[in-house]
């Protein structure tokens, strides 16, 4: 979903996607930091430099008009960071790997007219088996 908002890595300013990766304990650190935010209620005034939201999951290998399709009852997690909590959030990867042309491979596939032609590229796309 985020490759979709952040348009596949072609909108101004997003044109590169990176893939992090954080350790677990660093990531309940930030987790930790957050407050969990309610759709509609942004301009509530919540204690905490990160905050979460659980937006509808999303079907990266099936997709109607170069939109991924949403997953019925299944949420994934959003999350952000500001003030000293993005500062231990740049200082905390394991690993960043650019994934720009990888991105614009699943917007190539999320783009084919056909059901079978999505999965069939996406298919072909060397991802990481995801767990729910």
């Known amino acids: 979903w985020m490759l979709y908002r952040a348009g ?3 909108k101004p300013n997003q044109q590169k996607i990176l893939k992090i990766k954080l350790s677990h304990e660093d990531l ?12 509609g209620e942004k301009g509530l005034k919540m204690k905490g430099e990160g905050r979460v939201q659980w937006d509808p999951s999303r079907d990266l290998y099936s997709a109607r008009d170069g939109v991924p399709r949403k997953l019925s009852g299944l949420r994934a997690i959003q999350i952000g960071v500001s003030g000293s909590l993005s500062e231990f959030y740049a200082g905390s990867p ?23 032609l999505v999965k069939d590229m996406m298919d072909e796309l060397d991802l990481p088996e995801e767990r729910t």
Not at 28 to 39: F, K, M, P, V
Not at 94 to 116: M, N
């Open 8 to 10: 596949y890595g072609r």
């Open 28 to 39: 309940a650190t930030i987790l930790s930091q957050c407050y969990c935010t309610i759709h």
């Open 94 to 116: 394991l690993s960043i790997e650019d994934v720009t042309e990888l991105a614009h491979r699943v917007a190539e596939a999320h783009g084919q007219a056909s059901p079978k």
